[in-house]
């Protein structure tokens, strides 16, 4: 290869390391400066946002913040929808009518719905892609487009200490309690009891605790082993090629 052409090579490979670094330095600063927090909300004046609260840069459709109140200590990830009313510029009145608790997290591009009061307990964590609605579709008239028909509405209420795994849809009137486990991709209606695990579209419980019987069916796994007090990161790297070196 010719020595002038070596030399373009070259500089075209520097200027594309240059601006992919520029690049990512930009939206690095874009996602520091794009968040919101109770100190710098930006154009959203939500009901109430708590200390420790960060919604991440880019958000996703946000309207009738008024009526929205977050908790302290909630993640809300990137495009996450949160709307309070059908359309925005309603008056919903004085009541709130999306309330999370401290320690919500809500996953990627997930959507909160609320036409109907949702509430979501306390350290309730929900994985990307988790859909909460209070308002469904109807389809009573059969000449009638369904998407021109008016919709029905009914609170939702989740209780504290929830997983809600990846895709899970969650229905007008479902009520579920605490700690309860939904699978990925579950659709949930109706009243779940504390610690049950449901799965399936729609979702039935396929386990559940008590008290006096435990897990049942009988989890397949052993429980994992908590991590000591007082143990450093560097003892559990040391652990863990610890661990490595016995495997191999």
């Not at 036409?115 to 109807?138: E, K, L, M, Q």
């Not at 009638?144 to 969650?170: D, M, N």
């Not at 779940?192 to 069916?217: F, L, S, Y």
Request: contains cysteine; charged residues 20%; glycine residues 12%.
């Amino acid at each position: 290869m010719p020595k002038n052409q070596n030399t373009f090579s070259s500089l075209a490979a520097l200027r594309r390391r240059i601006a992919s670094r520029a690049v990512h330095a930009g939206w690095r600063w874009m996602q520091q400066a794009g968040a919101v927090t109770a100190r710098h909300p930006g154009r959203l004046r939500f009901g109430a946002i708590g200390e420790g609260t960060r919604l991440a840069f880019p958000q996703g459709t946000v309207f009738g913040e008024r009526w929205i109140r977050l908790g302290a200590h909630c993640i809300i990830a990137e495009q996450v929808t949160l709307t309070a009313g059908m359309m925005p510029d309603l008056d919903l009145g004085a009541d709130p009518v999306l309330v999370l608790g401290n320690g919500v997290v809500l996953g990627r591009g997930s959507h909160v719905i609320a036409d109907a009061r949702i509430a979501i307990g306390d350290d309730t964590f929900c994985g990307p892609g988790v859909y909460i609605t209070s308002t469904n579709h109807s389809y009573d008239d059969p000449h009638e487009p369904v998407g021109r028909q008016w919709p029905r509405s009914a609170p939702v209420e989740i209780g504290p200490g929830c997983w809600l795994g990846t895709g899970a849809v969650i229905l007008p009137g479902a009520k579920l309690g605490r700690n309860v486990v939904v699978a990925a991709g579950a659709v949930v209606r109706g009243e779940v009891p504390d610690h049950a695990v449901v799965a399936g579209a729609p979702a039935k419980v396929v386990r559940r605790w008590e008290p006096e019987t435990g897990w049942q069916p009988p989890l397949r796994t052993p429980a994992p082993v908590p991590i000591p007090d007082g143990m450093t990161p560097e003892q559990l790297r040391g652990l863990a090629l610890l661990a490595e070196a016995e495997q191999s």
